[in-house]
């Protein structure tokens, strides 16, 4: 059975992948520990933790991880807003 893509579909691919590369180009911005806290916390790539988790991985109380999520999650809204793609697409 073959899939045929309409207007509609093509546009929507092509949406997700370049949402896929903004947030590729966001999360290497990142230092090594706000990468991992982010990428664990939300599941990206892998199963999603919760902050304590990620605390016990890392050492760390989950207040800790929660401030290290906090300033990674400015630092990647700063970069959507500076490439015009937050108010667009990325809602936080």
């Given at each position: ?50 902050l ?8 760390y ?32």
């Open positions: 059975m073959d899939f045929v893509l309409d207007d509609n579909d093509a546009e929507t691919c092509t949406i997700m992948f370049e949402n896929n590369c903004a947030l590729n180009d966001g999360l290497s911005r990142l230092s090594e520990i706000e990468y991992q806290v982010i990428t664990e916390r939300f599941g990206i790539n892998s199963k999603q933790k919760t304590k988790e990620i605390g016990l991985e890392l050492g109380d989950s207040n800790k991880v929660n401030s290290i999520q906090g300033k990674a999650l400015k630092k990647l809204k700063s970069y959507f807003i500076e490439e015009g793609i937050a108010r667009d697409f990325f809602s936080f």
